[in-house]
């Protein structure tokens, strides 16, 4: 039996591997900084984490890493030394998904909800395997004589150009991971279009400008969605926000689909259902077995994702700190919430990002009523000189002076705060890919106890 070594194993994208390289029979060892409930999981269905008194040895085929690692890490250093191949978790994941018709989604923003979407839109007519980069059901099994492998790829190291999909989805192109581009952002759109030219069949969102300059000056032609764009392939029609979701039309290739409802939030998780149903169709998934799925869609965890409901004060959690992803969060919540007040709580991410972001990073807080700003998630990165938590608030409050904004050190004195303000019919949401989400139990405690 192969063995695989997998250091950085307990975050989702690291996990979901180990899980694919457990179902293809290798034996799998791994190490990771922190013990929690991935490691658990882990060590439940198989998997060696954190042996003591370990020695590397040529009995491993492969060793894979994550972006955490440092590349002089003695593990991966002594693995050079043997010559045992190593491979980030984008070549590894790439290399596997050689064996299937592959179905890949990429994009700087909405990836892990439209691959959501695509897995269990397909599951309703094929045998699926999905690699998804958040937490959701259609993480789980993997089988060798799958039907189409639905993979959330990553722009963010470039290893989105390992991939030569059977089909390809790109949901938009924006300025982020400019660290891996040179910090020029022609470089990522020039990346974008060699993703592109690699795949049989390419769906492109038209309404990301970005995205569709880049489509369409390729020599075959994409097939193209949009929200209201009724020129494109795929495009919703009878749109209707309502609290506990959307309801929408859609005409695709032509033929107008029954209404249907997706219990999801935003013009964004539509333009990404749109993208879905286009790419389904497209392969052969029938009307009533795409409705179906649509309406039972459960979102992957962590994107607006609804947490609670405390004597009328509505508690939602979402990953974005991007300023897109941001915008978009809290306008989805405008657009189901429209009266409501909402207090955002965010939680900058990576100082690289800050430095690349500046100024813009506070731009999306115009939609909110009132900001809590904590400090920045590292994600084990080296603090950068000039970038500082305290700066990230100053830059949301001067470009939002008639808001409420505040800057809190921890998440104690933030769950204090917040039970002290918040009201009936306000929203609550937390923002950021770091720990925030852990404030949620703390802050719905302190909102029991007001009650």
């Known amino acids: 039996m192969d063995k695989v070594l997998m250091l950085g194993v307990a975050g989702v994208g690291m996990r979901r591997l180990a899980e694919i390289f457990l179902s293809l029979h290798y034996e799998v060892v791994g190490f990771d900084v922190k013990e929690d409930k991935n490691t658990e999981h882990l060590r439940q269905i198989g998997v060696v984490v954190n042996p003591k008194n370990f020695e590397l040895d040529k009995s491993f085929s492969k060793v894979i890493y994550t972006s955490a690692i440092k590349r ?19 070549e590894a994941l790439a290399e596997i998904s050689k064996s299937f018709k592959s179905v890949v989604v990429a994009g700087t923003h909405g990836k892990t909800s439209t691959t959501a979407l695509i897995s269990e839109i ?4 094929y045998k699926v395997n999905a690699y998804i980069g958040g937490e959701h059901k259609m993480n789980e099994g993997f089988y060798s004589d799958a039907d189409y492998f639905v993979v959330e790829s990553d722009e963010s190291d470039k290893t989105f150009l390992l991939f030569s999909p059977y089909a390809a989805i790109v949901t938009n192109i924006d300025r982020d991971h400019l660290n891996s581009y040179d910090w020029n952002f022609d470089h990522l759109k020039e990346s974008f279009n060699e993703f592109m030219r690699k795949s049989k069949l390419l769906v492109v969102a038209k ?9 369409k000056n390729l020599i075959k032609k994409p097939l193209y969605f949009s929200l209201y764009d009724n020129t494109t392939d795929g495009y919703a029609t009878d749109v209707l926000f309502e609290n506990d979701g959307v309801s929408f039309g859609v005409n695709v290739l032509g033929e107008t689909m029954p209404l249907m409802k997706l219990h999801a939030y935003g013009e964004k998780m539509l333009s990404n259902a749109i993208g879905a149903i286009l790419t389904s169709k497209m392969l052969g998934v029938k009307n009533n077995e795409i409705e179906e799925a649509i309406f039972n869609f459960s979102m992957p965890k962590r994107r607006t994702e609804f947490k609670a409901n405390l004597d009328g004060i509505y ?16 306008s989805s919540l405008r657009k189901h919430f429209p009266d409501e007040r909402i207090i955002a709580i965010f939680q900058p991410h990576r100082y690289t990002r800050v430095y690349s972001l500046k100024e813009d990073i506070a731009k999306p807080f115009y939609l909110a009523d009132v900001v ?4 920045i998630f590292s994600a084990f990165e080296e603090p950068i000189n000039g970038i500082t938590s305290e700066k990230v608030f100053d830059w949301i409050k001067s470009l939002n002076p008639t808001k409420d904004v505040y800057f809190v050190r921890d998440f104690d004195m933030l769950a204090t705060l917040v039970s002290d ?3 009936k019919n306000d929203i609550v949401i937390t923002l950021g890919p770091g720990n925030v989400n852990f404030a949620i139990d703390k802050i719905v405690l302190k909102l029991k106890e007001k009650a």
Do not use: C, Q, W, Y
Request: a negative charge; glycine letters at 2%; hydrophobic letters at 40%.
């Open 421 to 423: 303000i918040a009201k």
């Open 315 to 330: 508690v939602f959690d979402d990953h974005a700190d991007h300023p897109t992803e941001v915008e978009a969060t809290l």
């Open 207 to 215: 309404d990301d400008n970005p995205a569709f300059e880049v489509s």
């Open 372 to 375: 809590f700003v904590l400090p």
């Open 122 to 125: 397909l599951a309703k007519s």
């Open 72 to 90: 002089d890490d003695p593990i991966l250093t002594k693995a050079r030394i043997l010559n045992i191949p190593v491979e980030s978790r984008g």
